[in-house]
């Protein structure tokens, strides 16, 4: 039986079906001592108590959902008893840097707007992607681009080819593409001048939708505190 609340969840409300990590051990904190279940959306003692109103990605349900002694049946548990870490560790888990790619689209339409309107932009008379200024805001949207592509796709290639994968490539590359990705939508909004600010330009939309992965997705301090670890061999707290 199933008991508790967690908040925030994507496609809450609108999933049938839903992956919960549950505490089976309390002797045991963080990933250790919890096992993963499959849950049907129909299941009686659960439900959705919320759906959060959000700043940006809007067209994506966010649930607050609640368990309440909620039955789910041993054969709907994901591997072993416990076995949360090993499943986050297996091949199934290697896609969290895909969240890299969803927020290296946006900012490409971020800094392909840019680009265009500072083409078009007459000021002083001449384009404004003739001045200095704004010429330094556009190499330096693409450098970041560029730097987390790189990033990404060296990951992907991992994903697909290491059998002994490395976790710290997904935690970075959602890292590097995450923050990219707010620093690109800001200068396209500052390349865009007051008109950034205004509804009609798309790039207003794409700096509220990139912020929610700096920490959605896995937060980014966390993610570093974990790459830490990893490096110095010093077990988290
Ligand atoms: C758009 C969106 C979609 C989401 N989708 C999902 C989903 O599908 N499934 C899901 O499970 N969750 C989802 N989440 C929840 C998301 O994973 C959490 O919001 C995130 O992990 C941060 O947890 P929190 O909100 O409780 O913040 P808190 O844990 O309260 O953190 C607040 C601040 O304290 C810092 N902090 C907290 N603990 C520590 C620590 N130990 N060391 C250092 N700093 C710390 C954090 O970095 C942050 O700055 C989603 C969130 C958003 C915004």
């Given at each position: 039986?199933?008991?508790g609340?967690?908040?925030?969840?994507?496609?809450?409300?609108?999933?049938k079906?839903y992956?919960?990590?549950?505490?089976?051990?309390?002797?045991?904190?963080?990933?250790?001592?919890?096992?993963?279940?499959?849950?049907?959306?129909d299941?009686?003692?659960?439900?959705?108590?919320?759906?959060?109103?959000?700043?940006g990605?809007?067209?994506?349900?966010?649930?607050?959902?609640?368990?309440?002694?909620?039955e789910?049946?041993?054969?709907?548990?994901l591997?072993?008893?416990?076995?949360?870490?090993?499943?986050?560790?297996?091949?199934?888990?290697?896609?969290?840097?895909?969240?890299?790619?969803?927020?290296?689209?946006?900012?490409?339409?971020?800094?392909?707007?840019?680009?265009?309107?500072?083409?078009?932009?007459?000021?002083?008379?001449?384009?404004?992607?003739?001045?200095q200024?704004?010429?330094?805001?556009?190499?330096?949207?693409?450098?970041?681009?560029?730097?987390?592509?790189?990033?990404?796709?060296?990951?992907?290639w991992?994903?697909?080819?290491?059998?002994?994968?490395?976790?710290?490539?997904?935690?970075?590359?959602?890292?590097?593409?995450?923050?990219?990705?707010?620093?690109?939508?800001r200068?396209?909004?500052?390349?865009?001048?007051?008109?950034?600010?205004?509804?009609?330009?798309?790039?207003?939309?794409?700096?509220?939708?990139?912020?929610?992965?700096?920490?959605g997705?896995?937060?980014?301090?966390?993610?570093?505190?974990?790459?830490?670890?990893?490096?110095?061999?010093?077990?988290?707290?």
């Amino acid at each position: 039986r199933l008991n508790g609340t967690k908040q925030f969840i994507s496609n809450g409300g609108t999933a049938k079906l839903y992956v919960v990590y549950t505490r089976t051990d309390k002797t045991q904190g963080g990933l250790k001592g919890m096992t993963p279940f499959l849950v049907p959306a129909d299941t009686p003692g659960f439900t959705v108590s919320r759906i959060h109103d959000k700043m940006g990605r809007r067209l994506l349900s966010n649930a607050t959902l609640v368990f309440e002694d909620a039955e789910v049946p041993a054969a709907n548990r994901l591997g072993e008893e416990g076995g949360a870490e090993a499943l986050r560790n297996s091949r199934i888990a290697r896609g969290r840097g895909g969240y890299g790619a969803t927020v290296l689209g946006v900012s490409r339409a971020a800094f392909e707007e840019a680009v265009r309107y500072s083409r078009e932009r007459v000021q002083g008379g001449k384009p404004i992607g003739q001045h200095q200024a704004v010429a330094q805001m556009i190499g330096d949207m693409y450098t970041r681009l560029e730097m987390a592509r790189s990033v990404l796709w060296r990951t992907s290639w991992a994903v697909d080819h290491a059998d002994d994968y490395d976790p710290r490539m997904s935690w970075l590359t959602k890292v590097v593409c995450s923050e990219a990705a707010y620093e690109i939508c800001r200068l396209a909004l500052e390349v865009h001048g007051g008109m950034g600010y205004m509804r009609e330009c798309p790039v207003e939309k794409y700096l509220r939708d990139v912020i929610s992965f700096l920490h959605g997705a896995g937060n980014n301090h966390i993610f570093r505190i974990k790459i830490s670890s990893r490096i110095t061999g010093l077990p988290l707290e």
